[in-house]
């Protein structure tokens, strides 16, 4: 009985000579940062949640505190993107006070463009490392670079990308960690440890990161000690022997004990939130305690209304589907280059006929596939479990070893994605207060690796129509984020323009 087929065939060798993977990478980073970059100052003003985060990190230079709702992790790195960004050359003579200080919206973004720019890398070397297939990891990469919504987030002094940015960076870290041996492996998981609790130290929901290696961890054991005792040992190969490489790295779970995970994946992690409020506590002009201020975040965020607190609120399913994205900023120019929007000069409302929209919309069709590739995956899922829990009993011994570790690494790429998918996006089903897409950004990701996955095993497959089919789907998706672009970037459109990039009435 066959629980998990391979659906990754085994990559074919690369011969020697240019090194494709390498530049692949390169060209995804400075495709990534390129788009970000691009006119960064182009709106001279607040946008959306600048007017927020850019004043929090303003106030925060000046020495002074403004409760922000979220852990103040993100305010330090904004505030040191600012001082750092007034002091570079190229930041440019366009400045507003609008902040609370005179700068330039450049200082107060362009760490966020940087920090974007490295999330498809980020994620291409987390594809690499659960399946050792570069071809896998190069897809991962360019599904992520070409999503929207990453790239209005990165554009803009909003604290999103950062979240998302340590949360993977504690995947890599976790990873690398079973990859490894002794002390090695420590250093990894208190790597791992410290951009866990960095990115509970953003918002709280950054420990869904956390919580999908947790249910992953957690599900490894329990399997591990249904099996009877020789399969067990085949599963936990000796921590005095180096891995043999073709080994992956999910294969090795039930090699991290309990005191793996309380020392590395739950005391670091306390410690780096804790200590991301020690610099606020101590410029607190209430000098409230560490506690205290945990209770004012959770109570912040009770009395948040409902959907009716704001226009763009959207409850979690409607994220699968982008349903309702986010006006970030509006405004009717005169020209293509009206001063009165690229700079902030103010002037009587215009009645032109071009329109200056930033959308906080995903790619629509990367995120409809992705949805329909994760749901796949959960699906998959569901079905190793049920037919483990039904057929445990029934089954020989012959047959219980396709439930062990090393006959079922997909299986374990599967578990791991759809459990990081979930454990991201379902604790929002009990959260009543007003929510928008953004928040999917984490569950995202792992929805589009497992589209990458799926796109990657067409290829690499020797059916003719499915690498056709692989193809042509990288290439709508490449090109639905070219015309989706105009959005992404706030580029001048007339309303034909606009309401052409408009399929769905609740898109406004």
Known sequence: MRIM?????PSKPVPPGIPWFSLGLVALFLASLALRFWELSRFNTLVFDEVYYAKFSSNWLKGEIIFTGHPPLSTYIIAFGIWLGEKLPWSGDMKNSLAGLMI??????????FTGALIPLIVATIAYQLTHRRSFALIAGFLMAIDGLFLV????????????????LGQVGFLAAL??????????????GICFGATA????????FLLGIYLLWIGAWLLHWRLPAADRSSQLPSTNRPEPKSRLPLQNLTQLRLGHFLIALAIVPALTYYASWIPYMQVDGETLNFWQLQYKTYDYHRRVGGLEAHPYCSLWFSWLVMSRPVAYFYKLGSTPDDPAVISGVPSPASQGSYIFDVHAMGNPFLWWASTIAILLFVG????????????????TQHQREKFTLEQTPTGWIVAYLVLGWGANLLP??????CTFLYH???????????????????????????????????ITLLLAFLFWMPLYLGLPLTPESIALRRWFTSWI
Request: hydrophobic letters at 55%; glycine letters at 4%; charged letters at 10%.
């Open 440 to 474: 999917y950004m984490p569950s995202l990701v792992f929805a589009v690796m497992a589209l990458a996955f799926i796109l990657d095993r067409w290829l690499q497959g020797t059916v003719f129509s499915r690498k056709v089919t692989a193809i042509a789907v990288l």
């Open 428 to 433: 929002w089903l009990s959260v009543k207060r």
């Open 153 to 168: 987030e990165s554009r803009y002094a909003l604290n999103n990308v950062y979240l998302v940015l340590f949360g993977l």
């Open 201 to 208: 130290a953003i918002k709280w929901n950054g420990l869904g």
């Open 104 to 113: 330039s919206p450049f200082s107060y973004r362009w760490l966020n463009a």
């Open 380 to 395: 998959i899922f569901l079905t190793i479990a049920t037919v483990f829990l039904i057929q445990r009993w029934q089954i």
């Open 179 to 192: 990859q490894t041996q002794s002390l090695k492996r420590w250093l990894w998981l208190f790597f791992a």
């Open 5 to 9: 087929p391979s659906i990754a065939p």
